[in-house]
């Protein structure tokens, strides 16, 4: 059996969605659904992943799928947009990713191989490494401008940033601007001369914009009463405005503006966010998961918006283990902790999932990505007149 997957509509309440092997269940179940016919729409797809932990995601224009499992891990696990594997990138340590501005390069930081690597999303093949200098250890990596920069840190705790070419050549460590607590890197869209960094997991958490035009320079910093502790991510929102952020603590995602790193509003989610993805298609859309032991463990909102556009419960949803397609019509979702499967969710037209009633007991797919079977015959999806609670 499953974990419960709950999705909540944004209007007219709550619309609970428990796998439950019992058909008599799903029956009573399905016959809350009255009135006309309604169009179907894709049931959330759920696949178990052959990895024991997630670092990075990232989804392109060719329904690719990109997995990392950091420091350790043995490369890049790629998966269709139905959440089959397709394979694996042999860059062992594969860590922090980065699509280029034009979605046809991924950039890897290889930390085992002391390297910086681009991948073409079309073939799926290397075809640039970047060599860093002895003892380096990349984790994170960010396309700012002409240049590549990359976070260093081999020990999981104080690292330094550094920057190389994307055409090639001589890479460059920065030890002048301070070392971060496992440092955490987003470039801002728009913006050829701006990095953010962030210290990953610490208590308390800290933040910083540098001016990377020349020798990189702190613009602005936010103190620990601002953003709390324990951060887990952050994405920047596609107009390059705000910053959104996860941190354990305080009990909602965060947002601040990059210019100064000042507050500029809240996404009100719950209790200890763990990760976050935003997407310009639609207008814009945030991504805000959590780990939670009751209620949703994901919402979805309007860029800029306070009430989500619909809540979904697809387990603790991992740190890096969020990020939508380019299209904005599918949010891929990992959830799981060191020790546990770590299973994927796939949600289609995330923005509308209020609008969804899923009736179904699931058996996840194998490690190989094979298609999902139901065994009480009840898979039914629809769009409803109002929301229902079907337990």
């Not at 919402?299 to 991992?318: F, R």
């Not at 740190?319 to 770590?342: C, E, F, K, N």
Request: with cysteine; hydrophobic share 40%.
């Amino acid at each position: 059996m499953g974990s419960p997957l709950v999705v909540t509509a944004d209007q007219g309440g709550p619309v609970a969605l428990r796998r439950r092997a019992v058909v008599a269940v799903c029956a009573v179940t399905l016959g809350l659904i009255t009135g006309a016919a309604q169009p179907a729409l894709a049931a959330p797809t759920q696949v178990t992943l052959p990895i024991s932990g997630v670092y990075s995601t990232e989804a392109d224009a060719h329904a690719h799928l990109f997995v990392s499992q950091g420091p350790g891990g043995p490369g890049v696990l790629v998966l269709d947009d139905q959440g089959a594997v397709l394979t694996t990138i042999a860059e062992a340590g594969a860590s922090g990713m980065t699509l280029s501005p034009d979605g046809n390069t991924l950039y890897v930081a290889d930390a085992n191989g002391t390297q910086l690597v681009a991948i073409d999303t079309a073939t799926l093949t290397v075809t640039r490494t970047y060599p860093l200098p002895a003892g380096s250890c990349p984790v994170e990596v960010a396309s700012v401008g002409s240049k590549l920069w990359f976070a260093s840190d081999c020990d999981g705790q104080f690292g330094v940033i550094g920057s190389v070419p994307v055409a090639g050549g001589t890479a460059t460590m920065w030890p002048s601007i301070g070392s971060t607590y496992s440092p955490y890197l987003r470039a801002i869209p728009g913006d050829a001369s701006s990095l953010l960094v962030a210290a990953r997991g610490q208590s308390p958490a800290a933040i910083e914009r540098l001016d990377v035009s020349g020798t990189p320079t702190i613009k602005a910093s936010v103190p620990f009463a601002t953003i709390g502790s324990n951060l887990q991510d952050m994405a920047v929102t596609p107009d390059g405005k705000d910053v959104v952020i996860a941190c354990g603590s305080p009990y909602y995602h965060q947002v601040l503006r990059t210019s100064d790193l000042s507050p500029d509003g809240v996404y009100p989610s719950s209790n200890y966010p763990s990760a976050v993805a935003k997407t310009a298609a639609g207008g814009g859309l945030v991504a805000a998961g959590l780990v939670s032991s009751s209620g949703p463990s994901l919402y979805v909102y309007a860029l800029g918006g306070t009430s989500p556009l619909a809540t979904v419960s697809p387990g603790d949803v991992s740190p890096g283990g969020l990020t939508w397609a380019p299209t904005g019509d599918r949010l891929y979702v990992i959830g799981g902790t060191s020790g546990q499967s770590h299973v994927l969710t796939i949600l289609t037209d995330p923005a509308h999932l209020g609008t969804l009633l899923t009736a179904r007991a699931s058996a996840l797919t194998s490690p190989t990505g094979s298609a999902v079977t139901s065994s009480d015959n009840c898979a039914t999806t629809a769009r409803v007149p109002r929301a229902r609670s079907c337990t």
